[in-house]
């Protein structure tokens, strides 16, 4: 089973891979007349264009792009003048704790109030359904923007980013990015969650556990939580996704130099290789996400594995 889904992995990659390669090679306007700006001579264009191997055919240059991005060569930026690999690096720094800090926040919120709500508890069910019935309708963006104006005058920064240097004292500056992603992910999280942990209250097993005396803590804890395990991690490494997607607007609205802010720029710059680079690292993320998913559904849920 493992073996299939890593060949799956592969596959999916290189397909993406190929993709990524064929929408940004179609791109409207000559890459190398951009870079040089409109007051270039046709020589220089042309000299241009041979030293970034545009003159070659569309397939020979594929194979040297797929080739140089397996060992993580993409290239050097047109825009900044530094390998995108680099790049990336940087910016990956900012976009990883991100997505990380915001579905650790979709989690804390989302599953308490799942679990108190699967027990029908009027005040969580109505927090449950207030929470998804709003974070469902607001985007991400669109609550980022609410935070900037809430938090104007607050003690929490409201945009920019000023990088890693001095440790844990940039991450105040994540926070209210975090919010923005977690919202929309914790009002679905919690709605699945809930559906879930509900079912595996209605099993019989769980009734003979609760016949036998044990606390709605510990038949929680030892019976439900295990049996809509599955579903919980399936959704959750949907949510990566969707907070990976979700980054590069919010990354824009709080100014922060992450994976998504450069991609909006290389798109503006025509910058091929930093946006092939980017969309990559995107789809990537994606892939081995939900790769990592599938695994740890296929150990918990012996249903899964065939």
């Not at 596959?11 to 409109?38: R, Y």
């Not at 919010?250 to 980017?278: M, S």
Request: hydrophobic residues 60%.
């Amino acid at each position: 089973m493992l073996a299939r889904r890593v060949a799956v992995l592969v596959l999916s990659l290189l397909a993406v891979a190929s993709l990524i390669f064929l929408m940004t090679s179609i791109l409207p306007g000559d890459q190398a007349a951009i870079m040089l700006g409109t007051s270039a001579s046709p020589e220089t264009i042309a000299a241009l264009r041979a030293e970034l191997g545009l003159d070659r055919p569309l397939w020979l240059r594929y194979l040297h792009w797929i080739a140089d991005a397996a060992r993580g060569d993409f290239g050097v930026s047109a825009t900044y003048g530094v390998p995108v690999s680099r790049l990336l690096a940087e910016r990956l720094s900012v976009t990883l704790p991100l997505a990380g800090l915001a579905m650790l926040a979709a989690t804390l919120l989302a599953l308490p109030l799942a679990m108190a709500a699967a027990r029908r508890r009027p005040a969580a069910e109505a927090a449950v359904a207030l929470l998804a019935q709003g974070g469902i309708a607001l985007p991400g963006f669109f609550i980022g923007i609410l935070l900037i104006l809430a938090f104007q005058a607050g003690p929490l920064p409201t945009g920019g980013f000023p990088g890693w240097q001095d440790g844990l004292a940039a991450l105040p500056y994540l926070i209210l990015p975090a919010i923005a992603l977690a919202v929309p992910q914790a009002a679905v999280l919690a709605r699945v969650a809930r559906g879930a942990l509900k079912e595996a209250l209605s099993q019989d097993h769980v009734r003979t556990a609760r016949a036998k005396g044990l606390t709605d803590a510990a038949i929680m804890r030892r019976h439900v939580f295990g049996s809509a395990l599955p579903a919980i991690l399936t959704l959750a490494g949907l949510q990566l996704s969707y907070l990976v997607a979700g980054a590069v607007l919010v990354e824009n609205v709080f100014v922060l130099p992450g994976l998504g802010r450069l991609a909006i720029q290389a798109l503006a710059q025509r910058d091929i290789p930093v946006l092939q680079g980017c969309i990559l690292i995107f789809v990537a993320m994606v892939v081995l996400v939900n790769f990592a998913i599938e695994t740890l559904v296929a150990a918990a849920d012996p249903r899964a594995r065939t």
